[in-house]
């Protein structure tokens, strides 16, 4: 029903994505989604990865900060308003999405669309009473 997602705060300062990349690549840690936005000061990077745990851990160890959270993540039809149609009937429901990144390349060539809502467990509910099932694990 969700997905581990790492919430990583990161320094604005040069290089410093390219060490968290490297770090998470060099100890065969996949990404599978990625999302950065950033501020004057620091940027937030969330991301699915194959193995949430060790990412983590390493994270940890080379002094970054780093969080394990749930995620919603929903494969869509890659036609255009596939992902409309997903936010419309969550507004019908009066649930606020708060955040949200999408990829093309999911299961089977598909879109897929991460996102984290103001009631998650609504968010299932209605999703899965619509005939869209939440991914359970990374894709």
């Known amino acids: 029903m969700f997905v581990k997602q790492l919430t990583i705060f990161v320094e604005n300062k040069f290089g410093r994505v390219a060490d968290i990349l490297e770090t998470l ?5 996949d990404i599978k989604a990625l999302s950065i936005a950033d501020t004057t000061d620091y940027g937030l990077m ?3 990865v194959s193995d949430p745990a060790k990412a983590k851990e390493l994270l940890v160890e080379a002094g970054v900060t780093v969080k394990i959270t749930d995620a919603i993540a929903v494969p869509l039809d890659h036609t255009p308003g596939g992902l409309s149609k997903i936010i419309a009937l969550l507004k019908t429901e009066g649930i606020s999405v708060r955040y949200l ?3 093309v390349g999911g299961k089977e060539n598909g879109a897929c669309v991460v996102m984290k809502t103001d009631k998650p467990e609504d968010t299932v509910t209605v999703l899965s009473q619509n005939g869209i099932k939440p991914l359970s694990s990374a894709f």
């Open 25 to 29: 690549g060099s100890n065969h840690v």
């Open 101 to 103: 990144y999408a990829f």
């Open 46 to 48: 969330r991301m699915i």
